[in-house]
Every structure is written in structure tokens, then in C-alpha cells.
Nanobody, 123 residues
């Protein structure tokens, strides 16, 4: 069983930046970030394959968000720049504990989930 602990959420003004972190307690094949705003479906934001470092982003965050990892700390980061009010949501870290699909469009690909960290963006 892998535990994911998120940190780094908070409040920021539009145009500002935040960095989220997610520490995993065990092996993960891939890790990703999802977000859910009130009244909306959860959407995939970004994911990274732990071995290759290959990354993939949702269309709404391309060019503004960057996912990275520190393998020594088993931690994945989400650097969020140029934040807008529509980025406000609960952000969840997710991970897959074995090889296979790791698709942002398929939440079922991820079998471990964190508790979430809130991001608020004021205009």
C-alpha cells in the first residue's frame, strides 16, 4: 500500500504561482495530478512516468504548469504559473503502483490517491 501526502496548496492572486508537492511512501510507476472544482468533474492536469521522466499535460494547463520529480525524495512536484481563477480547485495527487496505462483521461489507471490540497485563485 502506497500513501501519498500532498502539500503546497493555498491562496494566490491571478497571475501568481504555487508549487504543489506529493510524497509517496513506496514504489510508483507513474504519478499525476488531478483537480476538481465545485460542481465540475475531476480532470487530469499532468502526469509523469517515474522511470523515464516522460510527462503529459492536460490542454488547459499546457505552457503554464510543469510536473517534475525528485527521485531521491520519492516526491513529485507541480509548479503552477500564471494561475487564473478557473484553476481554483481541490488538487489531488494520484499514483499507479505497477506498469501499464497512465492516462490523464482514465482515473482508473491510478490506484492510489491523496487526500487533496486546496488551491484558491482570486481575481
Amino acid at each position: 500500500q502506497v500513501q501519498l501526502v500532498e502539500s503546497g496548496g493555498g491562496s494566490v492572486q491571478a497571475g501568481g504561482s504555487l508549487r504543489l508537492a506529493c510524497a509517496a511512501s513506496g514504489y510508483t510507476y507513474c504519478m499525476g495530478w488531478f483537480r476538481q472544482a465545485p460542481g465540475k468533474e475531476r480532470e487530469g492536469v499532468a502526469r509523469i512516468l517515474r522511470t523515464s521522466g516522460s510527462t503529459y499535460y492536460g490542454d488547459s494547463v499546457k505552457g503554464r504548469f510543469t510536473i517534475s520529480q525528485d527521485n531521491a525524495k520519492s516526491t513529485v512536484y507541480l509548479q503552477m504559473n500564471s494561475l487564473q481563477p478557473e484553476d481554483a480547485a481541490m488538487y489531488y495527487c494520484a499514483a499507479r503502483g505497477y506498469g501499464g496505462g497512465c492516462r490523464l483521461a482514465a482515473e482508473a489507471d491510478f490506484n492510489y490517491w491523496g487526500q487533496g490540497t486546496q488551491v484558491t485563485v482570486s481575481s
